[in-house]
């Protein structure tokens, strides 16, 4: 008997990686059939003539190196499912583990502002897990900002969405609790060292910050802050591992006193907390 399982490992062995292989038999086959691992492990294979099609879609996409995320449409992020497609970053693990830092001291009812939202997974994981929060999320690009309207909609939260320029004189006639972001901070001579998948598909905007500045977002967010964070509020970034000193002097040089630097599950310098 073919289960499933063993269907969908031998037509995908040759599109992932050997690491890669397991993740994606069951993200494909859970996607496709609606079945738990278990069973997807004993029962015996059999598609109806739409799932086939819709499966040989998927392996068309994959052999094109389109992530996988992308193809399925979805991601799990923050125990949430999220809408993905090319207008927004696929969330990663990193950026979960920077929720975490938020939800470590957010409190009940906490005015939040995510900058450079996305598909909207941390404003809206923020908005799910943060009685009475209200949350507001920026964002340069229009169909970013359509895509995180769409997930707030179906994870069933309010989130305000507004299309601002952080970099170009972005104000507000609002202060806040917690200010966040997952601004862009890989530098562009990083980009030979970054899989082809990637480049291929997400968007450049998201990703990339110029060689000769690479904190331009952090410098523009930390200064819009200083000017609408509560004095007793707290200001969280993700960031490149290789500029954690350097964005904490700033922070400092900014006048926020207690500046803490977290580690992801990697071991690497990820995530910064800022308190005046």
């Not at 997807?40 to 052999?63: A, I």
């Not at 002097?249 to 926020?256: I, P, R, S, V």
């Given at each position: 008997?073919?289960?499933?399982?063993?269907?969908f490992?031998?037509?995908?062995?040759?599109?992932c990686?050997?690491?890669?292989?397991?993740?994606?038999i069951?993200l494909?086959?859970?996607?496709l059939?609606g079945?738990?691992k278990?069973a997807?492990?004993?029962?015996?294979?059999?598609?109806?003539?739409?799932q086939?099609?819709l499966?040989?879609?998927y392996c068309?996409?994959l052999?094109?190196?389109?992530?996988?995320q992308y193809?399925l449409g979805?991601?799990?992020?923050?125990?949430l499912?999220?809408?993905?497609?090319?207008r927004?970053?696929?969330?990663?693990?990193?950026?979960?583990?920077?929720?975490?830092?938020v939800?470590?001291?957010a409190?009940k009812?906490?005015?939040?502002?995510?900058?450079?939202?996305?598909?909207?997974c941390i404003?809206?994981?923020?908005?799910?897990?943060?009685l009475?929060s209200?949350?507001?999320?920026?964002?340069?690009?229009?169909e970013?900002l359509?895509?995180a309207?769409?997930?707030?909609?179906?994870?069933?939260?309010?989130v305000?969405?507004?299309?601002?320029d952080i970099?170009?004189?972005?104000?507000?006639?609002?202060?806040?609790?917690?200010?966040?972001?997952?601004?862009?901070?890989?530098?562009?001579s990083e980009r030979?060292?970054?899989?082809?998948?990637?480049?291929?598909?997400?968007?450049?905007?998201a990703?990339?910050?110029?060689?000769?500045?690479?904190?331009?977002?952090?410098?523009?967010?930390?200064?819009?802050?200083k000017?609408?964070?509560?004095?007793t509020?707290?200001?969280?970034?993700?960031?490149?591992?290789a500029?954690?000193?350097?964005?904490?002097?700033?922070?400092?040089?900014k006048?926020?006193?207690?500046?803490?630097?977290?580690?992801?599950?990697?071991?690497?310098?990820?995530?910064?907390?800022?308190?005046f």
């Amino acid at each position: 008997m073919e289960t499933f399982f063993s269907f969908f490992k031998s037509h995908l062995k040759s599109l992932c990686s050997s690491l890669e292989l397991h993740d994606f038999i069951f993200l494909v086959g859970q996607k496709l059939t609606g079945l738990s691992k278990v069973a997807l492990m004993t029962k015996e294979c059999v598609l109806n003539e739409s799932q086939k099609l819709l499966f040989s879609r998927y392996c068309k996409e994959l052999s094109e190196n389109r992530p996988i995320q992308y193809v399925l449409g979805e991601t799990d992020f923050c125990e949430l499912k999220i809408k993905v497609d090319e207008r927004a970053l696929i969330p990663r693990v990193e950026t979960s583990e920077l929720v975490d830092f938020v939800l470590d001291s957010a409190v009940k009812g906490a005015k939040i502002l995510d900058i450079g939202t996305g598909s909207g997974c941390i404003a809206i994981a923020l908005a799910k897990k943060i009685l009475n929060s209200s949350v507001t999320a920026y964002d340069i690009s229009e169909e970013a900002l359509l895509l995180a309207a769409e997930n707030a909609h179906l994870n069933n939260v309010e989130v305000f969405f507004r299309q601002v320029d952080i970099l170009n004189g972005a104000d507000s006639n609002e202060d806040f609790d917690v200010i966040v972001s997952n601004p862009p901070y890989i530098k562009l001579s990083e980009r030979e060292e970054m899989c082809s998948n990637v480049l291929d598909y997400e968007p450049h905007l998201a990703l990339f910050v110029p060689n000769n500045d690479p904190l331009i977002f952090y410098r523009a967010i930390i200064d819009f802050a200083k000017k609408h964070l509560l004095p007793t509020g707290s200001l969280f970034f993700e960031i490149n591992r290789a500029f954690s000193q350097e964005i904490k002097e700033m922070l400092n040089e900014k006048g926020f006193s207690k500046v803490e630097i977290r580690k992801d599950m990697f071991g690497n310098d990820r995530m910064i907390r800022a308190c005046f």
